[in-house]
Structures are given as structure tokens and as C-alpha cells.
């Protein structure tokens, strides 16, 4: 039985931190969903701020990283998406007055 939860997994990618604006990944919207299945294997959907991200791919490393340090976790697979592309109303209400997004 995997003990690995959601909660555990955002957790985790919450110590990722956005470079371009400062906060992390998690307070940003950025994370749509992590699944688990039933061998602890994880994967997480997320998208980024721009699709011409300069750090496309080491963000996505920064948060398979981060999701391989939970206890438990077998494999990680990062999916970026683009759909629904992200706005600044996914953000946590401290992120949209940092940015000015209210």
C-alpha cells in the first residue's frame, strides 16, 4: 500500500521556487495535479507562467527532484501541459498582490 499522498507531493514541489518572480511553484498555480498510483509512482501535471520559458527543463527537474525525496516514491514523471494555460487568478492570494494581479 503507497503512504505517498497529494498533500505530501505538493509539499514537497512547494520548495521549488519560481527564479523569475520569487515564489514557489505551488503558491504560484503552477502544479495542476499529482496522481499515485497504487506502487508509489508519481505523476505530476503542471504547466509554467510562459511556454518560452528559458528554465522549461530545469524546472521540470526541480520538481521531479523534489517529488524523489518524499519517502516511498518509486518513479517521477513531469508532464507540462498548456491547457488551461495559467493566469495569474490560479495564484495564492499573496502571490497576486506581490504581482500586482488583483
Excluded at 495542476?32 to 503542471?46: K, L, T
Aim: proline letters at 3%; charged letters at 25%.
Amino acid at each position: 500500500m503507497c503512504k505517498v499522498t497529494k498533500e505530501r507531493v505538493f509539499e514537497a514541489i512547494s520548495t521549488v521556487i519560481d527564479p523569475e518572480v520569487g515564489f514557489n511553484l505551488v503558491e504560484m498555480g503552477l502544479i495542476y495535479d499529482a496522481i499515485i498510483d497504487e506502487a508509489c509512482n508519481v505523476h505530476v501535471v503542471m504547466t509554467l507562467s510562459t511556454q518560452g520559458c528559458p528554465l522549461h527543463q530545469m524546472i521540470k527537474q526541480w520538481v521531479e527532484e523534489a517529488t524523489q525525496k518524499i519517502e516511498g516514491v518509486k518513479d517521477v514523471e513531469v508532464e507540462v501541459v498548456w491547457e488551461p494555460a495559467w493566469n495569474i487568478s490560479m495564484a495564492d492570494e499573496s502571490v497576486k498582490k506581490a504581482l500586482g494581479g488583483i
